[in-house]
């Protein structure tokens, strides 16, 4: 039963500060790692990780203001920080201190280019480096109980401040993608609406041109079929005429 708590207090410790981390690689927003999940919550993880995975979408056509932020989504904070063209990215409960947020982030930061440094660049398929779960999963514990000697410390360290860490809302944020996205479309449409109207426009005088040139051959028919009419109306009003003359 004892066991049984402490597995409990220890696994609610754990969803109280992290729920998802990731890594992506900032010029193309493709994911490279993850910090997998035991399948809890599957429905609000899934969701939370598209919202995670637009953000990096944005950042990719490099719609971020700074290389620290917090946004706020929902009961959650997403944390960031971008270094060497990669995004590590976590998101946790409300509560949990902001300062150990990005010194766990900064953990990752530091082994994950330790390790995998050179072949960020190269790397063509999503979750590439998978294999650093491992590290997420091990360091994760570390600061799951923010009383510990070590994450106290860490709060009263002076010389890490968050405080001008920008935080926002992540409908502002992927707002801005996503009116971004709207302009660029629009500007898509538009010129592919112009191209379209100069085609037909091109047709129409190229018709014009094709009429004109043959214009000659249809008025020469049209004398053709109704000069005799003309001439004999002609005729009869001439003698119409000189008959009121004469007489």
């Known amino acids: 039963m004892g066991v049984d708590l402490a597995f409990a207090v220890v696994s609610g410790l754990l969803d109280k500060m992290v729920k998802l981390t990731m890594v992506a690689r900032v010029t193309d927003g493709l994911p490279l790692a993850e910090g997998l999940d035991d399948g809890r919550d599957q429905k609000d993880a899934d969701?939370?990780?598209?919202?995670?995975?637009?953000?990096?979408?944005?950042?990719?056509?490099?719609?971020?203001?700074?290389?620290?932020?917090?946004?706020?989504?929902?009961?959650?904070?997403?944390?960031?920080?971008?270094?060497?063209?990669?995004?590590?990215?976590?998101m946790c409960d409300r509560s949990y201190p902001k300062k150990l947020a990005f010194q766990y982030l900064e953990d990752l930061k530091n082994e994950f280019e330790r390790v995998n440094g050179s072949q960020i660049e190269t790397a063509a398929r999503p979750y590439a480096f998978i294999k650093f779960d491992t590290f997420i999963q091990k360091t994760k514990k570390l600061y799951l109980d923010t009383r510990t000697q070590r994450n106290l410390a860490k709060l009263n360290d002076e010389l890490y401040e968050v405080h001008q860490i920008m935080t926002r809302n992540v409908q502002e944020v992927l707002g801005v993608g996503e009116k971004l996205d709207q302009v660029t479309e629009m500007s898509t449409r538009l010129t592919s609406d112009t191209r379209m109207y100069a085609d037909k426009a091109k047709d129409l005088n190229r018709q014009r041109l094709i009429y004109g040139m043959h214009k000659p051959f249809g008025f020469q028919a049209l004398i053709r079929k109704y000069a005799p009419v003309a001439i004999v109306i002609g005729v009869v009003l001439m003698l119409f005429w000189l008959k009121n003359k004469i007489w």
Do not use: D, W
Not at 55 to 61: C, D, V
Not at 74 to 84: A, Q, S
């Open 47 to 90: 969701f939370y990780k598209q919202q995670a995975k637009l953000l990096f979408k944005n950042l990719s056509k490099g719609q971020h203001e700074a290389s620290r932020m917090s946004i706020e989504t929902g009961p959650y904070f997403f944390h960031y920080i971008i270094e060497g063209r990669v995004c590590y990215l976590t």
